[in-house]
């Protein structure tokens, strides 16, 4: 650590505004100001509700496939 301690850190994320904070993703902490802790969160927050609606409805797909399928039987030709 060569950095002098009464350097402010600018804000990993926008780079104009002094960091405040600290923002862990991914298993990686970066130094983030407020504003843009927030947003990084809800971002995040977003993201991971919109990963689980997408598995929820790909999987619902998949059973409409399955019941049309079954619908149609060869047995009816
Ligand atoms: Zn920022």
């Known amino acids: 650590m ?8 600018p804000c990993w994320s926008c780079r104009k505004r002094e960091a405040t904070g600290t923002y862990t993703h ?3 902490t970066v ?3 407020a504003t843009c802790l927030d947003r990084l969160e809800v971002q995040e927050a977003f993201e991971y509700k919109g990963l689980a609606i ?5 999987r619902d797909q998949y ?4 019941c049309i399928r079954r619908r149609q039987s060869p047995l009816r030709s």
């Open 2 to 9: 060569h950095a002098p301690s009464e350097k402010p850190q």
């Open 54 to 58: 997408d598995k929820l409805v790909s």
């Open 31 to 33: 130094m983030v100001c």
């Open 26 to 28: 991914a298993g990686r």
């Open 63 to 66: 059973d409409e496939v399955g």
